[in-house]
């Protein structure tokens, strides 16, 4: 069975979404430098991409299946209903009010990262004019709320913009 270059992929996820397209139409696609990129994902730019052989006799219906995909895509794929974000806080607040050994510090995942920075700083304030060498010892522990408000601000924002990633169909 001859093996011919379908696609090439780029991006990882784009890659995997081809692959398991195919593998879903019933065709028999391999992965070249699959596990090379699954250790080291870095590696998908230097050996040219994810590869995506299929046999030449599936090669051209492959091409009209997949187009057909794009062209309707399938909107009802998820057997599994999203629940609202408000079911874990109630599930929080319950288990603090009916447990055995309540939690009230539970609360502060409910706290935005800023104000819980302010928290911190504020407390550790008056730390330092109550008893300063404790309080100032207890300066490294703004590098908490530091943390959480990076991931929300800062690092968070990056990777759920739209990436413009190159891919090369054959």
């Given amino acids: 069975m001859v093996q011919r270059l379908f696609s090439q992929h780029f991006d990882y996820g784009e890659g995997l979404a081809a692959f398991a397209a195919l593998e879903a139409g019933g065709f028999h696609p391999n992965f ?3 596990h090379h990129t699954t250790m080291a994902i870095a590696y998908i730019d230097a050996l040219g991409g994810l590869k995506i052989n299929l046999p030449e006799e599936e090669f051209y219906d492959a091409k ?4 057909f995909l794009r062209k309707n895509p399938i909107t009802d794929f998820d057997p599994i209903k999203r629940k609202p974000v408000l079911n874990w806080i109630h599930a929080s607040l319950f288990s603090m009010v009916f447990s055995m050994s309540p939690a ?7 706290l935005p990262p800023l104000f819980l920075f302010v928290l911190y700083a504020v407390a550790i304030t008056i730390g330092i004019v109550i008893e300063p060498v404790i309080g100032i010892a207890a300066i490294p522990l703004l590098i908490f709320p530091a943390i959480l408000m990076h991931a929300k ?5 990056k990777f759920v913009k739209e990436r413009d990633v190159p891919t090369r169909s054959i």
């Fill in 32 to 34: 070249e430098n699959y």
């Fill in 64 to 67: 009209d299946w997949l187009s």
């Fill in 104 to 110: 009230p510090w539970l609360i502060l995942f409910l």
């Fill in 153 to 157: 601000y800062v690092a968070g924002p």
